[in-house]
């Protein structure tokens, strides 16, 4: 993961992505491009690095301050290198209340892990996030864009499983 | 009472129709058609007035009302922009639709932004729902080649451009001025106001934000007419409503309701909630997401005069919050027995305190004290005066601050200490058994029969 930091280049394909992306503002209004291309930037390397900041900001043509400030404002973005799979389970009200905490706790022992660590073999990440609007179909967790619905013991073993492939 | 009548979900377990095809068949896109074709904008304007449909995201506003509100400087553009942003607690409704009906949110942006003189719009989509984002972007493509979208649409000379916009995880960024905000590429503060959005909104153009389920119903307004839509629900709650159900419930999940249905039959009908969950009975109903006060069964079941309690704006408002709530986003949760209230108190005020953008040192100091002292209470380590102090932390947020998050945060505490109260007494008289969920939930269960 640590070799990512300094990788700043987007792909090609990428850099189109952001030529696209700048289009669909008003002309000077390429600002608004930023929390869009910070996802493509945490789905290419994984995390936001503050070298990623800086070759954002030059891409957009706005000071890295206001990379910077917006990096750090919202929580999706990793700002140290993570593990393969970042587990991301919901720890609010309605999930807890369906059997939430039971699970996750289970989680945390399977792996070994308490939240905001990475197992020693850097395949799990497991972070706490706020209500993921999945409540009725909670406990739940994120790995990426896959969203886990209904989670109990025995699904958190086969979906463990499975990723560990 | 059949409550059957379905006005956004009428069509949602037709195999395919997330597809432009399969919607198009259904009759989708004809309320572009008759917006576009057959009406001025101020008429479809003056349709969604006659309607008296209500802003679906929370606050209730009368959603002609907020429209006619719109600035209109010559020359200068105007904006639409659709709240997806979707955070509040046992709220997922938006996320269902747009996930299940995604051409239902176009086909009302494209209706909503003629009529508001809009031609670019912006869909605002929390940034956890990426996969939502490419069905959005999916559906968007097939309606502009379908001609929908884009230049001369339908030949009639109006010009649209939807974008789909991802958030980055902040709840804050649902109020309307912090939403702007981050469109524009900033962290979410939200905005001081006045001006409001309707005269300086995005880049300091007018501009007018409304919910995915406000924008939903226009195409059924603009179809059918204000007046019939106006016939349904009951009094000035009128329509149908997204109701997300969560917690012990036997089903849990996203229904659409008429206004007015009983909230007996919602709980405990097989149509919806099909009742609490098998050997347990209700305890406490939060109804309209975490933000709004939680109430006891019976003041949830019945009102203070021993009325019925109906799902609507009025009835659920109905004592105010001395022993009634709101009906806020329709994110409900139902809470049997065993939940000890504490914990999920605090549970909620640690949300608000993660939440809070830090703006304001009410809502920035406020949340964190009442988070530690719920705590220091559900941890076995509080005493009596902490409850007095957290009602008194609770007064001192409300209506101090710039935007209503602090509101949000004060009335889940101060309605569960208005209303639970015993059972903060008990965590302080009983630390030991307190700081063991278990026994808490045992004692629970002996206070509540
Ligand atoms: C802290 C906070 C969070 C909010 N979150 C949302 C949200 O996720 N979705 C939403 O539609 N409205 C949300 N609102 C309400 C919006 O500010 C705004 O009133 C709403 O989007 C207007 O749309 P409507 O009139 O169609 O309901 C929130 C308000 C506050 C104060
Ligand atoms: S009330 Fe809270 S969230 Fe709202 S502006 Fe103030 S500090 Fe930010
Ligand atoms: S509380 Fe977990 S998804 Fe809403």
Known sequence: MAETATKTAFTAERLKKVEEIIQRYPEGRQKSALLPVLHLAQEQFGWVSAATMD??????????????????????????????????????????????????DYLKQKLNIETGETTSDGVFTIKEVECLAACGWGPCFQIREKFYMHLNNQKIDEIIEDLSK | ???????????????????????????????????????????????VKKSGVRGRGGAGFPMGMKWSFLAKPEGVPRYLVCNADESEPGTFKDHYLMKCLPHLLIEGMIISSYALGA???????RGEL??????????IEEAKAAGFLGKNILGTGYDLELVVQPGGGAYICGEETALLESLEGKRGNPRNKPPFPAVKGLYQCPTVVNNVESIATVSWIVNNGGEEYAKIGVGRSTGTKLISASGHIRKPGVYEIELGLPVDEFLNSDEYCGGIRDGHHLKAVVAGGSSVPILPAHLFMKTANGEGRLMSYESLSEGGFATGTMLGSGGFIAMDETTCIVRNTWNFSRFYHHESCGQCSPCRE????????????EHGHGNMRDIDLLVDVAKKIEGNTICPLGDAAAWPIASAIRHFRDEFEWHVTNPGAASKPGAVYQHLNEMSV
């Open chain 2, 1 to 47: 009472m059949a409550n059957t009548k379905k006005i956004l979900l009428e069509h949602i377990n037709v195999p395919g129709i997330e597809t432009y095809e399969v919607y198009r068949q259904k009759g989708g896109y004809t309320g572009v058609e008759k917006a576009l074709k057959k009406l001025t904008p101020d008429e479809v304007v003056e349709e």
């Open chain 2, 130 to 139: 990426m996969y939502v984002i490419r069905i959005l972007e999916k559906a």
């Open chain 1, 55 to 104: 070759y954002v900001a030059e891409l957009l043509s706005i000071q890295p301050v206001e990379v910077y400030e917006v990096a750090t404002f919202y929580t999706m973005f990793h700002l140290e290198p993570v593990g393969k799979h970042v587990i991301e389970y919901c720890r609010t009200g309605p999930c807890c209340t369906m059997g939430g905490e039971e699970v996750y």
């Open chain 2, 119 to 125: 031609n670019k719009s912006f869909i605002y989509v």
């Open chain 2, 366 to 377: 406020g949340t964190g004290w009442m988070e530690k002292v719920l705590h220091r209470i």
